[in-house]
């Protein structure tokens, strides 16, 4: 009879759309799960501030020993640790990172491969810290590409100049800005500009790139006031899987571009005592040793120091 061909057709069609509503609920349950999960240290199992907080009060203790007018951050995924985070110092060479991200995003050179001349610019304005190379991109891309990039990233204290090396940057900027620095550069030329960041020339690896940790890959741009100690900055990446670090440290009036490179060092060594290296972290022993530096520290580099 009819009403049961239609009444066959409509409980068929309800069973349809409760599996299609079942299947769409379980597919949204997984996406949030996804979304919700938290980022595991690779090697650790366990997120990273569960394993690992800066150590602060050990950094602060040595600035207090050094001469100059230091700052500097930490901020990882969920936390952020200051000392004066905003006190505001020039950017030196530091501000090349944010040039090469607002040149990248040009409207003229985002949709297209790179050319010869762009790579020949880049290249030495980053891993050589050159500065007629990055005259070159300031004047192409111009103080407001700066200023929206500075907008994009969420800083508060950031303010241009038409010299390039007096951008006003504080730490607590900087680490917002390099937290999360690829996601601002578009993604044909990503993988080039990280490699830059990653591929700084062996005589400017001090500070952080004396004593960056084992497990983790390293991206950063250093700044310093032409070898006199007016000023000597680093900015850093830290990348292990899915978990991040960013750390600024600002100094100026160090003396002498040696003893700055020292402070740098001196800093970035307290703040990263005990963060997990190599392929585990292994926690035994006494509640001391289980904080202990975990970090590799190279030999410092020789080089003729250029302007950065």
């Not at 997120?47 to 602060?60: E, G, T």
């Not at 001349?117 to 004047?139: C, G, H, K, W, Y």
């Not at 578009?186 to 690896?205: D, F, K």
């Amino acid at each position: 009879m009819p009403w049961r061909r239609l009444a066959l057709a409509l409980a068929a069609a309800g069973a349809a759309i409760a599996t299609c509503a079942a299947i769409a609920t379980a597919r949204t349950a997984t996406a949030t799960a996804d979304a919700a999960a938290p980022c595991l240290v690779p090697g650790v199992g366990k997120p990273l501030d569960q394993v690992w907080r800066p150590h602060m009060l050990a950094a602060i203790g040595y600035t207090d020993t050094r001469t100059g007018d230091v700052a500097f951050a930490v901020r990882t995924g969920d936390r952020f640790y200051g000392y004066r985070p905003d006190h505001v110092e020039w950017s030196a060479s530091v501000v090349k990172a944010m040039l090469m991200v607002a040149y990248l995003d040009e409207p003229s050179v985002r949709a297209r491969a790179l050319t010869t001349r762009d790579t020949d610019v880049l290249t030495p304005m980053i891993t050589e810290s050159d500065n007629d190379a990055a005259q070159e991109v300031f004047d192409t891309v111009g103080q407001g590409a700066l200023r929206a990039l500075a907008a994009r990233a969420g800083m508060s204290h950031f303010a241009t100049s038409p010299i390039w090396g007096e951008t006003q940057i504080t730490a607590a900027d900087q680490t917002r800005f390099f937290l999360h620095i690829d996601s601002y550069i578009v993604a044909r030329h990503r993988p080039y500009a990280m490699s830059l960041l990653a591929g700084i020339v062996p005589s400017q690896r001090w500070g952080i790139g004396e004593v960056a940790p084992k497990g983790w890959k390293l991206y950063f741009k250093g700044g310093w006031g032409y070898s006199t100690g007016l000023l000597d900055h680093q900015v850093v990446l830290l990348v292990r899987g899915c978990a991040r670090i960013s750390i600024a440290v600002l100094t100026m009036h160090d003396g002498s571009h040696a003893y700055g490179k020292d402070t740098l060092k001196g800093i970035f060594a307290r703040l990263l005592r005990g963060l997990p290296s190599g392929q585990r972290h292994r926690r035994r022993g006494s509640e001391a040793s289980r904080t202990r530096a975990a970090i590799t520290l190279g030999r410092p580099v020789r080089g003729v120091a250029q302007p950065g």
